[in-house]
């Protein structure tokens, strides 16, 4: 899995983390290792979408949070996934 | 490196920059910068500029691509001129006869003026040197047969006061001057041909064969038409401008409703 939406939304799964955070959690949780043109990408994205929203901070590392539209989405996603996976396991076991 | 992508980072929209500039900055300063993460930073403000183009900035902007890239084409093409020449068969019969002796008759000529060996002679005049590119890469053959065929044309010209039937020969070429030596040369063997085959076989058809036209020195070039080239590339550009603005706008519609 090498979507960028997608990995910034589970990173943020498990609450607020701020740019640099959330690539260092991808590359630990995901081994890819997000550019940071590439993740602000997804990030402006995301926020334009409303599944994710920063958090008020004084701080220039602003940390984001998911909101519920964000999670549902990515609840979506994982269960099709889910389903790939799932599918492509069998398949495999079978052949 | 840290600085050079910070500086890249300012390649952003300014509205976009307003919103995450400082975070993106703060994320430079955090990370360890390798050399791709400068290439992600420029890949990622040039997509960012291109999503925050309006519609009419981005067929701008691809019209003008279009005509700077037919400009640099009409630019880095070579330059063909074209010398024309006419002669005609003159009779004072006017009989239909005439004319299709005539027709005979040049066919008959335009076989030994065109012939390998005459149009060999030509290219290879140490005045005229023709194709020395060509000459050093393919046989001589080939290179007197693109002549024949792509450089060289005998058309009949409508008829005019006092002749039985014209012709226009016309050679192109990249130097104007040796384009109008070729053609000297083809009007100068058309006529030989003539006064050879009146000789051998006595006067039959159309009484003269003259110069009508002496062959042209061409002043301007027939191709390229760098003001058309670049009207083509202006147009071009539009319609490949408003394409990709209806396929960015399907693909965002699609991606949305997914």
Known sequence: MSDPTLLVLASLADGKKHGYAMMEDIQRFANVRLGPGTLYGAITRLEQRGWIRPVDSGDRRRPYCITGAGREYLQTQLTSLGHVVKTASRRLKHA | ?258
């Open chain 2, 1 to 258: 490196m840290r600085k050079l992508i910070r500086w890249t980072a300012r390649l952003y929209p300014a509205v976009w920059r307003e919103r995450y500039g400082g975070e993106l900055d703060a994320l430079i300063e955090d990370i360890q910068p390798q050399w791709e993460d400068l290439f992600n930073v420029l890949l990622g403000a040039l997509r960012m500029q291109v999503t925050t183009w309006n519609s009419l900035k981005v067929v701008a902007a691809v019209t003008l691509a279009g005509a700077l890239l037919a400009g640099v084409f009409a630019l880095l093409t070579q330059e063909r001129y074209v010398s024309t020449a006419v002669m005609r068969f003159a009779s004072y019969g006017h009989a239909d006869s005439d004319r299709q002796g005539a027709l005979d008759q040049l066919v008959k000529l335009q076989q030994k003026v065109l012939s390998r060996k005459s149009l060999a002679e030509i290219i290879t005049q140490p005045a005229l040197d023709l194709y020395p590119e060509d000459r050093k890469r393919i046989p001589l053959e080939d290179v007197v047969e693109n002549m024949r065929n792509k450089a060289l044309r005998i058309q009949v010209a409508p008829v005019q006061n006092g002749g039985v039937l014209a012709f226009v020969i016309s050679c192109e070429y990249p130097d104007k001057l040796k384009a109008q030596a070729v053609v000297r040369e083809l009007v100068t063997k058309f006529y030989r041909q003539w006064v050879a085959t009146q000789m051998a076989h006595g006067p039959s058809g159309p009484e003269q064969l003259e110069v009508l036209d002496p062959p042209s020195l061409p002043q301007r070039p027939f191709f390229p038409n760098r003001p058309m080239i670049v009207a083509a590339g202006l147009l071009g550009g539009a319609v490949l401008g408003l394409l990709a603005v209806l396929v960015w706008r399907s693909a965002t519609r699609l991606s949305r409703s997914a």
